[in-house]
């Protein structure tokens, strides 16, 4: 009896810490962040190194830096976990490397990818410090978790939508198409905000290979300021940068909600039109 | 010729809704006169790894008939279905040795068109496999996959099907709702509904009542009934009243040595149930074993 009181106490003190942890972090950014937060500050060019003026081209390379790493990296994972959850059987020499290569990559600090990136794109490749060098190594960072979650999504499709497919005479790709990635859309859209959360997050990676420059970019060769860098900058390196880190970090989170938002309505819309017509 | 007669004569007038079907009336007996073999298996022998499921299994798949397979779990009548169609080729690990001929073909050339030869060998399952779907687009996408675009001709196959397997009625005025919404036994009769849209010769049904209610297990056996003569059926049952009211041919499966399946007697239904020759089938049929 008391065993149990105790226990249920315990439980919704971790409930009630858990959720106090992120309301003070939340409430935190909003009060600081919130009064410096206006149009103005969301189109202008930072001036004084970012104490004043706005985000502007930060929230442009910002968004290209993603766009880049997921253009790259959507495709590449789901066709790796198609290979990985159709093409090859669970137990093969070669599924067993991949999958095992893509835990331990998982788990590599970011700053060793930052430090890889900039060997290979920036130095090898010859991209510089660029938003396309960024893009790209945030790419490889997200891609075992992108990969990952996809695999589950799709072995987790029921196997008899494979074997009553197959019994009707269709084909491999069209059971995939029609059947098999509809179902694991939840997942992989699951497994997209994690790895969007992750790549828009990132700081290490970027101060490597798309680097600091806060100008507007002109092109994805051009260097970038990603929002991340930006707020470690100000808070680290810029003296009286605090409000300004503050509202860059309210912009970063409202980021983040929105994009996870469009691609959950996407989501959905595509699968209602899949499920219920043509 | 007589010996098809293998079903009660109250079995005649079960269903008194006929014109909810176009299959037309219930038939029993007489399917076909001449029994002409469609599918002949010969020496089947199927493992899975190192294990043997089936051994030395040989009979033949009469055009027209219905073909109820019987024998406890275990025993390999899944896997034997599963050659007839190369649903096996799915399966990594499992050998499969002697001849299957249906028509002419040889079911295990490599070069074999398993696509097309899916379209002729339709099979169900024993829990009903909708697709997360609508009712129609259900029949449809199959259909699709394998050219037909027109819509009007693909209405007309919809709604033909649907009539066949008695369910227009029923779903007509929501073919766009999704089909996992449909019972069980509707969502079964969909299914058969889009094997028959392929137009298949044949179709290989396993255990396809038995994770049905009586009443739409009854409905479906009735729809069963109406396909001999359009369609060769082969069926797995564990319902021994089932398999001797709808059947023709009867093959008897048991589990060998602990070991293997394999197929202990086949032949007239009538005689497998009433006369057997093996003790092993005698004891099945009176339910004193399996
Ligand atoms: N995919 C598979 N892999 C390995 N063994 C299997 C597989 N499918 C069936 N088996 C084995 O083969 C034997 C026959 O199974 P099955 O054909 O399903 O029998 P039944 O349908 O008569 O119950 C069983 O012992 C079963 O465990
Ligand atoms: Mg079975």
Known sequence: ?278 | MSHFINNKSEQVDKSNTDDAYTLGPLQVGLPCCMPEPLIRVDNLSLHYGLKPALEDVSLDIYKGCITALIGPSGCGKTSFLSVLNRLTDLIPDCRISGNVHYDTMDLRHPALDVQRLRRDIGMIFQKPVPFPLSIRRNIELPLREHGMSKQAGLNDVVQQVLQDVGLWEEVKNRLESPALALSGGQQQRLCIARALALQPKVLLMDEPCSALDPISSGVVEDLIQRLRGKYTVVIVTHNLAQARRIANYAGFFWIKDQRAGCLIEFGQCKQIFEAPVHELTAAYVNGSRG
């Open chain 1, 1 to 278: 009896m008391v065993k149990n009181a105790l226990t249920t106490l315990l439980i919704w003190l971790t409930a009630i810490l858990v959720s106090g942890v992120f309301v003070w972090l939340l409430a935190d950014i909003i009060i600081h962040g919130l009064p410096k937060l206006s149009w103005s500050f969301l189109v202008e060019t930072p001036k004084n190194a970012g104490r004043s003026g706005g985000i502007g081209p930060i929230i442009v390379s910002t968004l290209l830096i993603l766009g880049v790493a997921m253009v790259t990296a959507i495709p590449l994972s789901l066709a790796t976990a198609v290979l990985l959850s159709e093409f090859t059987r669970h137990d093969s020499v070669f599924g067993r490397l991949v999958r095992r290569s893509l835990d331990v990559l998982a788990g590599v600090p970011s700053i060793v990818f930052g430090l890889f990136g900039n060997a290979v794109f920036c130095i090898y490749l010859g991209l510089g410090f660029s938003i396309l060098s960024g893009g790209l190594t945030l790419a490889c960072m997200v891609l075992p978790l992108l990969i990952r979650t996809a695999e589950e999504g799709l072995q987790a499709a029921p196997n008899e939508y494979r074997l009553a497919s197959a019994a009707l005479g269709m084909s491999r790709s069209a059971t995939l198409v029609h059947l098999l990635l509809p179902a694991a859309t939840p997942a992989l859209v699951a497994g997209l905000m994690l790895g969007v959360g992750r790549a828009i997050a990132e700081t290490a990676a970027l101060i490597f290979t798309s680097g600091y420059v806060d100008r507007m970019p002109d092109s994805l060769f051009d260097s970038g300021r990603a929002l991340s860098v930006h707020i470690y900058d100000l808070s680290m390196n810029v003296a009286g940068g605090d409000a300004s880190a503050y509202s860059s970090a309210l912009v970063l989170i409202l980021l983040l909600l929105m994009i996870n938002s469009i691609a959950l309505s996407l989501a959905n819309q595509w699968l209602h039109r899949s499920v219920v017509t043509a």
